[in-house]
């Protein structure tokens, strides 16, 4: 299996108000720690959603932790149920990601394309490898990063064992993802392959400014706007 090796917005600032009448915070216990729940209060009483459920009414997708096949499969149903709701209202993705499988990621990216509504991509935290070439994937316009996340930019890596012949199939396939995702990043930022794959051959740490300035992200955010 290849992985990406695991290092060491206008949009976003006018994200509607949850629509509760009241909320309250309460946590239940799950495997991967707690989760906290809301509760919403009706005239038919209280309804109790996950956070990420409740985020996901506000159309927003919370990508966070290494790609893999299980993650992917959840954020793609998300993008697909999202588009269901409404085709023209924007998709918001939150991304702190080291990165992971690269055939989850692509996955994940070519439903972002595949998709009609607009995919807004914020980078909280960290957005490398895989997580990097979603967030520059996002909408035009609409790729934004906070302050003091790290954006990381690499070719991918794995191993393999085997007949020779076997090896070599494996290297070749390698050999030709790598080509295919500079030929990704190209597209979304705007710069020639031969940059980006130079840009690419090793670990290749980036601020907020300097992924704006290779053309991974359109703006740096640290607040949203007041509404007007």
Do not use: W
């Not at 690269?102 to 998709?115: E, K, N, R």
């Not at 012949?165 to 710069?191: N, P």
């Amino acid at each position: 299996m290849l992985r990406s090796a695991l290092p060491l917005g206008t949009a976003f600032r006018r994200l509607p108000p949850l629509r509760s009448r009241l909320l309250r915070l309460a946590t239940r216990p799950a495997t991967s720690g707690l989760i906290p729940m809301v509760l919403e209060s009706t005239p038919r009483g209280e309804r109790a959603f996950d956070i990420f459920s409740r985020l996901l009414q506000e159309r927003i997708i919370c990508l966070n932790g290494p790609i893999h096949d299980d993650l992917t499969s959840v954020v793609v149903a998300q993008l697909l149920y999202l588009e269901a709701q409404s085709v023209e209202k924007p998709i918001y993705m939150y991304i702190n990601s080291p990165g992971g499988v690269v055939t989850s990621g692509l996955a994940i990216y070519d439903t972002m394309q595949f998709v009609k509504p607009p995919v807004a991509t914020l980078c909280v935290g960290q957005a490398c490898s895989m997580g990097s070439l979603l967030l520059a994937a996002g909408a035009p316009g609409m790729r934004r990063a906070l302050p003091n996340s790290r954006i990381m930019i690499h070719q991918p890596s794995g191993g393999f064992h085997g007949q020779a012949t076997d090896i070599e199939i494996h290297a070749k396939e390698i050999l030709s993802l790598r080509e295919r995702l500079v030929g990704i990043y190209a597209h979304h930022c705007g710069k020639p392959a031969e940059m980006v794959a130079t840009a690419k051959e090793r670990d290749n740490f980036m601020s907020p400014e300097e992924a704006r300035d290779f053309g991974l992200i359109d703006e740096v955010v640290n607040k949203r706007e007041a509404p007007s």
